[in-house]
């Protein structure tokens, strides 16, 4: 494949390089995702189409006043704003608990 | 080969409680043949056989210490939550997800968490940093993936119920290949807090069971709205699943609780079924045995009184399996991007000394090392399908697919109860041995459907391979947040099956 793609993807990727087999399996995949590529088969009533299925629905996840702002006050806590809509804060609440169990063990 | 029951009697209806868990502490001696499990609640299975007043129900041990596995992504406090990755090994948990924590609530007891492909990607638990799992019903072969410990803990009679995630079929797939109950809820009808994302808008967790009621039971306590996952909805119960609840709720024995839900199911009038089957299916199933199992559920299901629909699927039958392998890594590379070993996963080693010029080829290197082959290949397609340039002709035009599944599945589901396909087509492989990443993802090919249009799915285990014994499930899809319809049809359709385990 074209170097400079390997290139561009390593580095969005964070990778340090993407290895020969993983090139080849990247061809292969993209070759079987492709066929979404020759469906435009969509019915024209589609187009009015509005969803209201959780899995799309833009509705509940901002109506629930609530909920958001107890979400926002959880992301207080987190120490980069690139963090605010991670499910899971893992290592943030592991890093403060050693933080604090330090400043214990200074005032000791 | 080894050979296992994996269908129990219900653990909540059991009459010799303490008898029973001595068998679920002598299976899990057996991890050093399955390896379904990375780290263990020592104390909790010390306990195991040593607890008080098993037969008790109230509010605070309705699950009467029930033994409990949890997938290796979902947080349970002072546990360690790898994923089985090398990234997060010595991640130890800070915090129950709201699931172990609505589990601890009613008295379940969480035992260890089970082995996953790394970060749930995959099909087969080969892909875990730590070493694969074993089909307990052949362990030459794979158990399927990505939470295929807890398959295999449930299988081989290590507790009766464990949970999992599912994101294209993971908690289905294995289920069907170990020879268990395995069920995906609606997306959101679960609360995520406390679940390491995959792919957010994919990723539900499930149950894996080795007996239909218990697993009814358990859905009923982990489905709520709550107030950690804002993305979170209450589905509505079924009256006659809440007259089922009543019963077992009643302060009596088991043996007359016994007596009682055994007659509320068999007096029950469930009414036909209209069930949608695929025409051209048998094209997509390679498995000889799958195929033959899958027609004879459709012949007794006819005969039974059932209506049988054969429908055109909305799209190529393997679009959405295409679909899914754009959606799924895209949304893996943004998850898997906070991995960068300054706030989350493995430290960069001697991170102080890191000035500012080579910070990025530290990080670079450290993701490249430790995250596996799989991940990899993943967050490659992930970055590649949303790089400009490329994000309209991939991953905008599978948006638009996905949102037209669910506008032509809405439709079909006004039309037809349930969708009927095998849960896998064949399978898939022994271990080690070595085949193309795009026929380990075809195993998903009739379950990733109802994780992109966000749909109830059970797989339901109806016989074995006869060359090798691996299970054969099929597969049930119903309309989102139709989980106890689907469910209380299970009973209907599977009544004599789910009647002789209680």
Same mark, same amino acid.
């Given at each position: 494949?074209?170097?400079?793609?390997?290139?561009?993807?390593?580095?969005?990727c964070?990778v340090?390089?993407?290895?020969?087999?993983?090139?080849?399996?990247?061809?292969?995949?993209?070759?079987?995702?492709?066929?979404?590529?020759?469906?435009?088969?969509?019915?024209?009533d589609?187009e009015?189409?509005?969803?209201?299925?959780?899995?799309?629905?833009?509705?509940?996840?901002?109506?629930?006043?609530?909920?958001?702002?107890e979400s926002?006050?959880?992301i207080?806590?987190?120490s980069?704003?690139?963090?605010?809509?991670?499910v899971?804060?893992?290592?943030?609440?592991?890093?403060?608990?050693n933080?604090e169990?330090?400043?214990?063990?200074?005032?000791? | 080969?080894i050979?296992?029951?994996?269908?129990?009697?219900?653990?909540?209806?059991?009459?010799? *409680?303490?008898?029973?868990?001595?068998?679920?502490?002598?299976?899990?001696?057996?991890?050093?043949?399955?390896?379904?499990f990375?780290?263990?609640?020592?104390?909790?299975i010390?306990?195991?056989s040593?607890?008080?007043?098993?037969? =008790?129900?109230?509010t605070?041990n309705?699950?009467? @210490?029930?033994?409990?596995?949890?997938?290796?992504?979902?947080?349970?406090?002072?546990?360690?939550?790898?994923?089985?990755?090398?990234?997060?090994?010595k991640?130890?948990?800070?915090?129950?997800?709201? =699931?172990?924590r609505?589990?601890?609530?009613? /008295?379940a007891?969480?035992?260890?968490?089970?082995?996953?492909?790394?970060?749930?990607m995959?099909s087969?638990?080969?892909n875990?940093s730590?070493?694969?799992t074993? @089909?307990?019903?052949?362990?030459?072969?794979?158990?399927?993936?990505? !939470?295929? /410990?807890?398959?295999?803990? =449930?299988?081989?009679?290590?507790?009766?119920?464990?949970?999992?995630?599912d994101?294209?079929? !993971?908690?289905?797939q294995?289920?069907?290949?170990?020879?268990i109950y395995?069920?995906?809820?609606?997306? /959101?009808?679960?609360?995520?807090?406390?679940?390491?994302?995959?792919?957010?808008?994919?990723?539900?967790?499930?149950i894996?069971?080795?007996?239909?009621?218990?697993? *009814?039971f358990?859905?009923?306590?982990?489905?709520?709205?709550?107030?950690?996952?804002?993305t979170?909805?209450?589905?509505?119960?079924?009256?006659?699943?809440?007259?089922?609840?009543?019963?077992f709720?009643?302060?009596?024995?088991?043996?007359?609780?016994?007596?009682?839900?055994?007659?509320?199911?068999?007096?029950?009038?469930?009414?036909?079924?209209k069930?949608?089957?695929?025409?051209?299916?048998?094209?997509?199933?390679?498995?000889e045995?799958t195929?033959?199992?899958?027609?004879?559920?459709?012949?007794?299901l006819?005969? #039974?009184?059932?209506e049988?629909?054969?429908?055109?699927?909305?799209?190529?039958?393997?679009?959405?399996?295409s679909?899914?392998?754009?959606?799924?890594?895209?949304?893996?590379?943004?998850?898997?991007?906070?991995?960068d070993?300054?706030?989350?996963g493995k430290? %960069?080693?001697?991170?102080?000394?890191?000035?500012?010029?080579?910070?990025?080829? !530290?990080?670079?290197?450290?993701? &490249?090392?430790?995250?596996?082959?799989?991940? %990899?290949?993943?967050?490659?397609?992930?970055?590649?399908?949303l790089?400009?340039g490329?994000q309209?002709?991939? &991953?905008s035009?599978?948006?638009?697919?996905r949102?037209?599944?669910?506008?032509?599945?809405?439709n079909?589901?006004?039309?037809?109860?349930?969708?009927?396909?095998?849960?896998?087509?064949?399978?898939?492989?022994?271990?080690?041995?070595?085949?193309?990443?795009i026929d380990?993802?075809?195993?998903?090919?009739?379950?990733?459907?109802? @994780?992109?249009?966000?749909?109830p799915?059970?797989?339901?285990p109806?016989?074995?391979?006869?060359k090798?014994?691996?299970?054969?499930?099929?597969?049930?899809?119903?309309?989102? #947040?139709?989980?106890?319809s689907?469910?209380?049809?299970?009973?209907?359709?599977?009544k004599?099956?789910? *009647?002789s385990?209680?």
């Amino acid at each position: 494949m074209d170097e400079n793609l390997m290139k561009k993807l390593s580095f969005l990727c964070r990778v340090s390089k993407i290895d020969k087999n993983l090139e080849n399996d990247f061809e292969m995949i993209l070759n079987f995702v492709n066929k979404i590529s020759n469906f435009n088969d969509f019915n024209t009533d589609f187009e009015k189409f509005d969803d209201k299925t959780p899995v799309l629905s833009k509705k509940l996840r901002e109506d629930d006043n609530k909920n958001f702002i107890e979400s926002k006050n959880i992301i207080k806590n987190f120490s980069n704003e690139e963090d605010q809509f991670c499910v899971v804060p893992i290592v943030i609440e592991k890093e403060k608990l050693n933080e604090e169990n330090n400043e214990e063990e200074r005032h000791i | 080969m080894i050979n296992v029951e994996p269908l129990r009697k219900s653990y909540l209806l059991e009459n010799e *409680l303490a008898q029973s868990r001595e068998k679920y502490n002598e299976a899990i001696k057996n991890n050093n043949i399955y390896f379904a499990f990375l780290h263990e609640n020592e104390k909790e299975i010390k306990d195991l056989s040593n607890e008080e007043n098993l037969n =008790v129900v109230n509010t605070s041990n309705f699950l009467k @210490n029930m033994p409990v596995m949890i997938k290796d992504n979902i947080a349970v406090k002072g546990l360690k939550n790898s994923c089985a990755s090398r990234v997060l090994d010595k991640y130890v948990a800070t915090y129950d997800a709201d =699931v172990v924590r609505f589990l601890k609530e009613k /008295g379940a007891k969480i035992l260890a968490k089970t082995n996953m492909d790394e970060f749930a990607m995959g099909s087969t638990t080969e892909n875990s940093s730590f070493g694969p799992t074993k @089909n307990p019903l052949n362990v030459e072969y794979i158990p399927g993936g990505s !939470s295929g /410990g807890s398959a295999a803990a =449930v299988s081989c009679g290590m507790v009766p119920i464990a949970l999992g995630s599912d994101t294209g079929g !993971s908690v289905r797939q294995p289920a069907s290949l170990c020879g268990i109950y395995g069920f995906k809820p609606t997306w /959101g009808s679960v609360s995520r807090w406390g679940l390491v994302a995959f792919a957010s808008s994919l990723d539900v967790i499930g149950i894996l069971s080795a007996n239909f009621l218990d697993l *009814l039971f358990i859905f009923d306590i982990i489905a709520c709205k709550s107030s950690n996952d804002m993305t979170s909805i209450t589905i509505e119960r079924t009256d006659f699943f809440n007259n089922l609840k009543e019963i077992f709720l009643e302060e009596t024995e088991n043996l007359i609780k016994k007596e009682k839900i055994i007659n509320k199911i068999k007096n029950e009038e469930f009414g036909q079924k209209k069930i949608g089957i695929i025409k051209g299916i048998e094209k997509f199933i390679s498995c000889e045995d799958t195929k033959k199992i899958y027609f004879e559920q459709i012949n007794r299901l006819k005969k #039974e009184g059932n209506e049988i629909l054969e429908i055109d699927f909305p799209v190529p039958i393997d679009l959405p399996l295409s679909t899914y392998y754009i959606i799924a890594p895209a949304e893996a590379s943004s998850n898997l991007a906070r991995y960068d070993g300054i706030r989350y996963g493995k430290k %960069l080693v001697d991170r102080n000394k890191i000035n500012n010029t080579d910070l990025f080829d !530290s990080v670079a290197d450290l993701r &490249y090392e430790n995250f596996g082959k799989e991940v %990899l290949r993943r967050i490659t397609i992930g970055n590649y399908v949303l790089s400009s340039g490329y994000q309209d002709k991939y &991953y905008s035009k599978a948006q638009k697919i996905r949102k037209y599944l669910v506008y032509k599945f809405n439709n079909l589901f006004n039309d037809i109860d349930l969708l009927l396909t095998p849960t896998t087509p064949s399978y898939l492989k022994k271990i080690g041995e070595k085949i193309r990443p795009i026929d380990e993802y075809s195993a998903d090919i009739f379950t990733v459907t109802a @994780n992109i249009i966000g749909a109830p799915a059970i797989s339901i285990p109806c016989g074995y391979n006869s060359k090798n014994g691996v299970g054969i499930g099929m597969h049930y899809m119903a309309k989102p #947040e139709k989980d106890f319809s689907l469910l209380t049809s299970m009973i209907s359709l599977y009544k004599e099956k789910i *009647l002789s385990s209680i």
